[in-house]
């Protein structure tokens, strides 16, 4: 049981470049989040989705589109990337919307030069 | 992984002595709160959680306390260990909804 699995854990972008972060969970949860970390402040939401086939948009989804074919995986992924772009990600998912615990992979760490 | 968590308020202990890190939820309907920890360069950790029908709940070294009318959080970690150093933070949540809250956090140094 290897929970939420990010991939890369590191990569650096220039402007305008996209490129996709992976994120997969083998706990048969239903939902699942991407945040991203900026020093200094708490977790910000960018996409979830509450199953298959469905997503949403979080507080700060500009610049971001994500996925959700299956209920393992929720690829986030970046158009033209910016500067303001460089941050942590972190995938997150939790069972169901009954005060339940938000389990996090271990980050991808974006930098945009 | 030391970006995260800059200029975050910073808590220094003795190792052996009791840690107390606090955190003020926002908002008044919130009824499920979680302290995670978070170690440089790795995702947050499940620490303990409570939700709003108690005050309080223990679990190895840990204590969290919830005070619904000041909205007040608060993690007690016992006899701290190096091993304990990281940022803390804790996450709100009203059951039943998608949307968590996050804390800034508060960066936890053992002192040996």
């Known amino acids: 049981n290897a929970g939420v699995t990010q991939t890369p854990k590191f990569r650096i972008l220039k402007i305008g470049q996209s490129m996709t972060l992976q994120c997969t969970q083998d706990?048969?949860?239903?939902?699942m989040y991407w945040y991203r970390q900026d020093p200094g402040m708490g977790l910000k939401l960018i996409y979830y989705s509450v199953g298959a086939g469905i997503t949403d948009k979080g507080e700060v989804p500009n610049g971001y589109n994500v996925s959700r074919s299956t209920t393992e995986d929720f690829p986030l992924r970046l158009e033209l990337a910016a500067p303001s772009q460089t941050s942590v990600y972190f995938c997150?998912?939790?069972?169901?919307?009954?005060?339940?615990?938000?389990?996090f992979g271990a980050g991808s760490r974006l930098t945009v030069l | 992984g030391e970006s995260v968590g800059l200029h975050l308020p910073t808590l220094s202990v003795q190792e052996g002595d009791n840690s107390i890190i606090n955190c003020a939820y926002s908002n008044s309907a919130s009824d499920y709160f979680i302290w995670y920890k978070q170690e440089s360069g790795k995702g947050p950790q499940f620490i303990i959680d409570?939700?709003?029908?108690?005050d309080k709940r223990q679990g190895q070294r840990v204590t969290v306390l919830l005070n619904k009318t000041v909205k007040h959080l608060s993690l007690q970690i016992a006899a701290t260990q190096p091993g304990d150093s990281a940022v803390y933070f804790c996450?709100?949540?009203?059951?039943?909804?998608?949307?968590?809250?996050f804390g800034t956090g508060t960066r936890l140094k053992v002192l040996a």
């Open positions: 996450a709100e949540n009203l059951s039943g909804t998608y949307k968590y809250i």
């Open positions: 997150a998912s939790t069972l169901s919307l009954g005060a339940n615990v938000l389990t």
């Open positions: 706990m048969n949860h239903n939902y």
């Open positions: 409570i939700r709003s029908n108690m």
